[in-house]
């Protein structure tokens, strides 16, 4: 009978025994995912701050262009302008000389 006893106690030890390993490894396993889990997300927050910065960059390259562009424009339509009204500006500027001479000789 004592040897059952003994042979029982020997079993519940070896058993916690195994428990207690399987715990450290389940721990261990535990703590290697969340390891790379954050190593992951890590990565995951640099490509995503680059994919960011790639678009951020394009965006600002874009609108660059887009103003060029613009300034181009008003500037093509500006020249356009006194190209178109060049008559009437010299017409002006000729009303404007007669006028001050006229005054001149009053």
């Known amino acids: 009978m004592g040897d059952i006893i003994n042979e029982i106690l020997e079993i519940e030890k070896k058993a916690e025994q195994i428990v207690g390993d399987a715990r450290h490894k389940a721990s261990d396993i535990v703590d290697k995912a969340e390891s790379e889990a954050a190593g992951l997300l890590k990565n995951a927050q640099a490509d995503a701050d680059k994919i ?3 678009a951020l960059n394009s965006a ?3 609108a660059e262009r887009k103003r060029e562009r613009t300034l181009k424009e008003a500037e093509e339509k500006e020249k ?7 008559e009437k500006i010299d017409k002006i500027v000729k009303d404007i000389v007669d006028i001050v001479a006229q005054t001149e000789f009053q």
């Open 60 to 62: 600002r390259t874009e």
């Open 52 to 54: 960011m910065k790639n």
């Open 80 to 86: 356009g302008f006194f190209e178109r009204e060049q």
